[in-house]
């Protein structure tokens, strides 16, 4: 894959992800693809519950706004850091919404086959975010 397809693939997303539309994972991800996130107790299966697990976010943080601030790739594997501002206005699982603003840097591997998202590796600063919603 060439990187100009890697940075169009992420462009797709982030911005999806900036305008609140969680379809945009359906240009991005494989219907089957995994997502494994650092704190979740189990894998995401399926593109349909990656969009529910995101929903769920910007249903917390309806402002989220994404910043890819680097981006590497090696083959099929592309590496980004990312951070994220938000505001939570909305509840985040069983905690109401705070009000509070936070900032949360993140590390994702993407493996690609054909263009989309097979499986990802996402850690990112959940202790920190809960410390700025003064949760922690």
């Known amino acids: ?10 462009r797709i997303w982030v911005e999806g992800l900036n305008r609140g539309d ?12 995994t997502v494994h996130i650092t704190g979740v107790a189990q894998p995401i299966h399926g593109v349909a519950a990656w969009k529910e697990f995101m929903a769920g976010l910007l249903t917390a943080f309806p402002d989220l706004h994404l910043t890819v601030e680097d981006q590497l790739t090696d083959g099929p594997r592309v590496a980004i850091r990312w951070r994220a501002t938000g505001t939570q206005r909305g ?14 840097d993140g590390l994702i591997i993407d493996h690609l086959e054909g263009g989309m998202v097979t499986e990802r590796w996402e850690q990112w ?12």
């Not at 894959?1 to 992420?10: A, D, F, G, I």
């Not at 379809?23 to 991005?28: D, L, T």
């Not at 600063?125 to 922690?136: E, I, K, N, P, Y």
């Open 1 to 10: 894959m060439t990187v100009s397809k890697v940075v169009e693939h992420q």
């Open 22 to 33: 969680v379809s945009a994972a359906n240009g991005v991800f494989a219907t089957d693809c």
């Open 91 to 104: 509840p985040l699982g069983p905690v109401p919404p705070t009000g509070r603003s936070v900032t949360v």
């Open 125 to 136: 600063d959940q202790s920190g975010m809960l410390q700025q919603l003064g949760l922690a």
